[in-house]
């Protein structure tokens, strides 16, 4: 099992700031990617960006350029700095963890934390 613990959510006026931050715990390896996700009222749950345990990062096309995903390993902990937010940002923003193994793939989630841009 993996634990995931979020904070860092908040309420902020568009063109604001954010970080969030993303603690893991537990049955961790040492090969893993770390991502987050987010839904909107009425809408799916979306990638927002995702970082493997070498660095690799991905980032969803709207949020290119004014998110910035990081992690440290030593610390089992992710990182989202969110610049030049905008209303359509507005969304719940959960943690995820992901490893793959041959046979199967661990896929665990934190409780999500509210991030609400004002216009």
């Known amino acids: 099992q993996v634990q995931l613990v979020e904070s860092g959510g908040g309420l902020v006026q568009a063109g604001g700031s954010l970080r969030l931050s993303c603690a893991a715990s537990?049955?961790?390896?040492?090969?893993?990617?770390l991502g987050w996700y987010r839904q909107a009222p009425g809408k799916q749950r979306e990638l927002v960006a995702a970082?493997?345990?070498?660095?690799?990062?991905n980032y969803a096309d709207s949020v290119k350029g004014r998110f910035t995903i990081s992690r440290d390993n030593a610390a089992n902990t992710v990182y989202l700095q969110m610049n030049s937010l905008k209303p359509e940002d507005t969304a719940v923003y959960y943690c995820?963890?992901?490893?793959?193994?041959?046979?199967?793939?661990?896929?665990?989630w934190g409780q999500g934390t509210q991030v609400t841009v004002s216009s």
């Open positions: 995820n963890y992901r490893h793959a193994t041959y046979y199967k793939e661990y896929i665990y």
């Open positions: 537990g049955n961790i390896f040492s090969i893993n990617t």
């Open positions: 970082i493997t345990s070498v660095g690799s990062t």
